[in-house]
């Protein structure tokens, strides 16, 4: 009754306050969770984002009889500022939770295919992409101009895999350790490069719409500036934590808490204001306190376990209601006959280009270190792209056409929902059946 009333509040144009939306969705990630365990049994990203996609159906249908429940809840979740909620909170609580937890010395032992293929294989990928999707929508004729740089930003919005849409379905799968931490590791920095080179592309789209361009000096300075300022704040805010988890020694769970949760928030903020990448100072942060940590040898790192088990329960809380927004921003998402069809090839566009972005490094590694049986399809396949690629996309608004920016949102929900719902489900079968 409550939620009911919250969506008809927000319908009649009194709207709701953060707390408000805090409580719906986590009341919806509850419910949902629910059903998922006691009756769909799917992983857990899978399950709640299949749940809040039927959800918007069923409003969508309603609404046909019953309007103002549709315009209470499209309002409700234009009211949510998807880019700013993920890219800005969320994702650096995610990013962190995350590599707290990966096996560093697993990691350091996959250094450099892990650098490769999240620098060289995003950068291959984001061209191969940008290239094919302008051609692909030239012959589509969807009625306006799409330029090679508006294809450009669709190539570097999608390129990185999605390491929220990875972490969480690589749990629910067996697979061998090594090609995990390439497929972690990966997924964790390539969300860093990816995102710098995302917003390095916006740079020069909107400065050549306003009559101006940038030199290659100021586009590398650009780059430069983020990645290894993130980096190096990552070490920074890391050592020092490191610093203090081990005076504290375990003593005081508490402060131990209290002081990752705090860097964390100060890391992000200041990564903001400094224009320097946070998911990349989030990610070292959390290698540097998580070292020490191997599931080989089951020894535990500086960070405690009261630490670790706090990390984790943030991570699955806010997973699910990632996984519920982007299920329910379909219900703000424009769609057309052209758009579904870009769409649909975009999916095949983005595979194929995958492949070819992590196949031709990995073969050139292939003469110098031995991989893994499957490494290439099972890193092609579950190369999977969810919000951050969605948050991307919705972030261009008021920056390029408006046209144009309703495709790429709507072509990149469509590689998403493929690559969560179809990918995500069979990644388990393909690992399977290299593992026999």
């Known amino acids: 009754m409550t939620l009911l009333t919250t969506m008809l509040n927000a319908g009649t144009g009194t709207g ?19 059903i998922n365990i006691h009756y769909l049994k799917l992983p857990a990203t899978i399950g709640l984002m299949i749940l809040a996609l039927v959800m918007s159906v069923v409003i969508v249908g309603i609404g046909i009889l019953y309007e103002p429940l549709r315009n209470a809840a499209e309002e409700i979740m234009l009211e949510t500022d998807f880019t700013d909620v993920l890219l800005n909170i969320m994702l650096n609580f995610l990013l962190f939770a995350g590599a707290l937890h990966v096996d560093f010395q697993k990691l350091k032992e996959e250094a450099a295919s892990v650098l490769v293929l999240a620098t060289v294989g995003t950068l291959l990928s984001t061209f191969l992409v940008a290239t094919a999707m302008y051609y692909v929508i030239g012959a589509l004729d969807v009625g306006f101009e799409v330029t090679y740089i508006h294809c450009l930003l669709f190539g570097a919005l999608i390129s990185p895999t999605d390491p929220i849409a990875v972490l969480a379905i690589l ?21 860093g490069i990816g995102v710098v080179v995302f917003l390095t592309i916006l740079g020069i789209a909107t ?50 808490v209290l002081t990752t949760l705090s860097l964390v928030l100060v890391g992000g903020q200041a990564a903001q204001s400094l224009h320097i990448s946070g998911p990349l100072c989030m990610v070292v942060m959390g290698l540097v306190i998580g070292q020490g940590n191997s599931e080989d040898t089951e020894e535990e790192g500086i960070a405690g376990e009261y630490v670790l088990k706090f990390w984790e329960l943030v991570d699955e809380t806010l997973n699910a209601i990632l996984f519920i927004l982007i299920g329910l921003q ?15 090839i975009s999916i095949f566009v983005t595979l194929g280009c995958r492949l070819v972005g992590i196949g031709i490094p990995l073969i050139v590694m292939g003469f110098f270190k031995k991989m893994d049986k499957g490494t290439i399809p099972i890193l092609t396949w579950g190369g999977l792209r969810g919000g951050l690629s969605v948050a991307l996309a919705l972030s261009l608004t008021g920056e390029i056409p408006k046209d144009v920016t309703e ?22 079968k393909l690992v399977k059946r290299y593992a026999e």
């Open 16 to 34: 709701m306050d953060v707390l408000d939306l805090i409580a719906l969705l986590v009341f919806l990630a509850a419910i949902f969770t629910f």
């Open 171 to 191: 749990k629910t799968t067996k697979i061998s350790k090594n090609l995990s931490i390439k497929i972690e590791g990966e997924s964790l920095f390539n969300d």
């Open 207 to 256: 400065s050549s719409g306003g009559g101006e361009s940038m030199e290659a000096s100021s586009v590398g300075f650009l780059f430069g500036q983020e990645v290894f300022g993130g980096i190096l704040m990552g070490l920074m805010l890391g050592f020092f934590a490191y610093y203090i988890l081990e005076v504290i020694d375990n003593e005081h769970m508490e402060l131990e």
């Open 330 to 344: 379909i219900l703000i998402i424009t769609f057309n006959m052209d758009y579904l069809l870009a769409g649909i």
């Open 407 to 428: 495709l790429i949102v709507a072509i990149t929900y469509c590689v998403a929902l493929f690559s969560i719902l179809v990918q995500g489900m069979t990644i388990e």
